[in-house]
C-alpha cells in the first residue's frame, strides 16, 4: 500500500511537471530501408513523439510555420534521435522532405509523427555473376545508428527495416532478422521485407541477395548503354542518313517536275 502510494505521488508529480515545463520525448523510431536496383536507398523514417501539455501550442506553431528546417525541430526538440539514420558516402543525401503531422492529445500532453523522407547513393555494390544475374552486397557504411565500442547497434526505442526488390534470392543475412522468422527451408522465398529491433548490434551486418533480370529488361538496358556509350557515333550516322534522305527526296522531286 505504501508503494502504490509512491507511485501515486510520482505520478501525479510528473503530470503537473510536465503541465507546466514543456519538453519533447522520441518514444519510437521506425526506420525503413528501400534497396533500388539502381544502387540507391529511398529511406522513410517515422519518430512517434511525445509532446508535453505545455509544449503543445509551440509544437503546433511550429508545426504551421513557413520555412523551419530539420535543424530547426533538432534544436526545439533537443534530442539527439531525431537525426538520419542512412547516409550515404560522406554523409550525403538527396530530395529530402520533412513532414511533421497532426498532434493527437492525451491527457498531460500529445502525441505527433515526424516523417523524414530522402534518398542515398551507393547504398549497395553490385556484380554480375552471371547473364541476367546480378549480386547485390549492401554497403553498412551508410548506417548512422548508436556508436558503441565495438561498432553501432540499434537503439532501443529504433525498428530498422531493409526491403529489397521483389523476386530477390538471399544469399546472406546476418544477423538473422527478428521479423520474419529465420526460414531455412525455403530460404525467405516470397519475402522482401525484413526487420530488426531489441537493440540489434551491427558490427558485423550482412546482407547479399541476387537479382535475375528478365530477358526484356536485358534487352533494353542493352540498347540503354549502346546509346551511353556511342551517342555521338549515333548522332553522326543518323544525321547521314537524314541527309541522304533530303537528297533522294529533292531529286525524286526534281525529276518529277520535268
Same mark, same amino acid.
Given at each position: %500500500? ?22 519533447? =520525448?522520441?518514444? =519510437? ?6 534497396? @533500388? ?38 534544436? &526545439? /526538440? ?7 539514420? /542512412? ?25 505527433? *509523427?515526424? *516523417? %523524414? ?14 547473364? #541476367?544475374?546480378?549480386? +547485390?552486397?549492401?554497403? !553498412? ?8 565500442? @565495438? ?7 529504433? #525498428? ?9 534470392? &538471399? ?21 522482401? %521485407?525484413?526487420?530488426? +529491433? *531489441? ?21 533494353? !538496358?542493352?540498347?540503354? @548503354? ?21 537528297? +533522294? ?10
Amino acid at each position: %500500500m505504501r508503494n502504490f502510494s509512491k507511485l501515486i505521488i510520482f505520478v501525479s508529480f510528473f503530470y503537473i511537471l510536465s503541465s507546466v515545463y514543456g519538453y519533447y =520525448n522520441i518514444t =519510437n523510431i521506425n526506420t525503413t530501408l528501400i534497396l @533500388n536496383s539502381n544502387q540507391s536507398g529511398h529511406v522513410v523514417e517515422v519518430f512517434t513523439v511525445y509532446v508535453s501539455n505545455a509544449s503543445l501550442t509551440s509544437y503546433q506553431q511550429t508545426k504551421d510555420a513557413i520555412g523551419i528546417t530539420l535543424s530547426d525541430w533538432q534544436k &526545439i /526538440i533537443y534530442n539527439d534521435g531525431l537525426t538520419q539514420h /542512412i547516409l550515404g558516402s560522406g554523409h550525403s543525401i538527396y530530395n529530402f522532405a520533412f513532414l511533421p503531422g497532426p498532434l493527437i492529445t492525451v491527457p498531460g500532453g500529445g502525441y505527433a *509523427t515526424l *516523417t %523524414m523522407n530522402y534518398y542515398v547513393k551507393n547504398a549497395t555494390s553490385i556484380k554480375n555473376i552471371a547473364p #541476367r544475374k546480378f549480386e +547485390y552486397t549492401l554497403n !553498412d557504411s551508410v548506417f548512422n545508428f548508436q556508436a558503441v565500442q @565495438n561498432g553501432q547497434i540499434l537503439p532501443s526505442n529504433l #525498428r530498422f527495416n531493409i526491403i529489397i526488390p521483389k523476386g530477390s534470392q &538471399i544469399v546472406t543475412l546476418y544477423p538473422l532478422s527478428d521479423s520474419p522468422k529465420p526460414n531455412f527451408i525455403n530460404n525467405y522465398t516470397n519475402d522482401t %521485407m525484413f526487420s530488426w +529491433y *531489441t537493440g540489434e548490434p551491427l558490427s558485423q551486418f550482412s546482407l547479399q541477395y541476387v537479382v535475375t533480370e528478365s530477358p526484356q529488361v536485358e534487352v533494353v !538496358d542493352y540498347f540503354n @548503354n549502346l546509346y551511353k556509350n556511342y551517342t555521338f557515333e549515333i548522332y553522326l550516322v543518323s544525321v547521314v542518313i537524314l541527309v541522304i534522305l533530303i537528297v +533522294y527526296i529533292y531529286r525524286k522531286t526534281f525529276s518529277n517536275s520535268k
